[in-house]
T-cell receptor, first 117, second 115 residues
Framework: AQKITQTQPGMFVQEKEAVTLDCTYDTSDQSYGLFWYKQPSSGEMIFLIYQGSYDEQNATEGRYSLNFQKARKSANLVISASQLGDSAMYFCAMREGSGGSNYKLTFGKGTLLTVNP | DGGITQSPKYLFRKEGQNVTLSCEQNLNHDAMYWYRQDPGQGLRLIYYSQIVNDFQKGDIAEGYSVSREKKESFPLTVTSAQKNPTAFYLC??????????????FGEGSRLTVL
């Protein structure tokens, strides 16, 4: 079974509107972390936002927020006021465990977001 | 400026040849990683290393080899045993002490094409 599922291969949004990118995860660990990365066409991976499993509040970073629903095992990324520069591939990722030997991130297959003017 | 440098950015190789991708970091990070990215597949972990002179296989290690002789360097060799080596390769690093979330810092990637 996939540990990270992104069900939207592609999404379109109008400039200045908000968009939600879906991510569900599967883990039996109590301690874990969830990440979102952005990958423009240049290929670099840009860290956007992080949510720890014990964090009580949803993470926010500027125009990015993470809608964390623990019981549903979902960690959706919300981008407010979309900009043309937001057009990119977006990856959800998970770290299982709380450190020590648990250094790996598992990535979903990504969602290609296109922002239309 | 601190960061991760991957080279070369583009590489072409004939079938049957080994090729080594370089990854150097000056972030003083303990852990380093190699991921492979194929269209529609996301990122898949090849190898990772938590400390010098130690490394572990990831999910798709077959046909690849690594070394970690220095903290700053984690080169990846794509051997002739790798059946489908054409891909985009990403190197990453992370801290492993203190306030650690597991966030990865990535290089700009190396695109390998087998002719």
């Amino acid at each position: 079974a996939q540990k990270i599922t992104q069900t939207q291969p592609g999404m379109f949004v109008q400039e200045k509107e908000a968009v939600t990118l879906d991510c569900t995860y599967d883990t039996s660990d109590q301690s874990y972390g969830l990440f979102w990365y952005k990958q423009p066409s240049s290929g670099e991976m840009i860290f956007l936002i992080y949510q720890g499993s014990y964090d009580e509040q949803n993470a926010t970073e500027g125009r990015y927020s993470l809608n964390f629903q623990k019981a549903r095992k979902s960690a959706n990324l919300v981008i407010s006021a979309s900009q043309l520069g937001d057009s990119a591939m977006y990856f959800c990722a998970m770290r299982e465990g709380s450190g020590g030997s648990n250094y790996k991130l598992t990535f979903g297959k990504g969602t290609l977001l296109t922002v239309n003017p | 400026d601190g960061g991760i440098t991957q080279s070369p950015k583009y590489l072409f190789r004939k079938e049957g040849q080994n090729v080594t991708l370089s990854c150097e970091q000056n972030l003083n990070h303990d852990a380093m990683y190699w991921y492979r990215q194929d269209p529609g597949q996301g990122l898949r972990l090849i190898y990772y290393s938590q400390i010098v002179n130690d490394f572990q296989k990831g999910d798709i290690a077959e046909g690849y080899s690594v070394s970690r002789e220095k903290k700053e360097s984690f080169p990846l060799t794509v051997t002739s045993a790798q059946k489908n080596p054409t891909a985009f390769y990403l190197c990453a690093s992370s801290i492993s002490t203190g306030r650690w979330t597991g966030e990865l810092f990535f290089g700009e990637g190396s695109r390998l094409t087998v002719l």
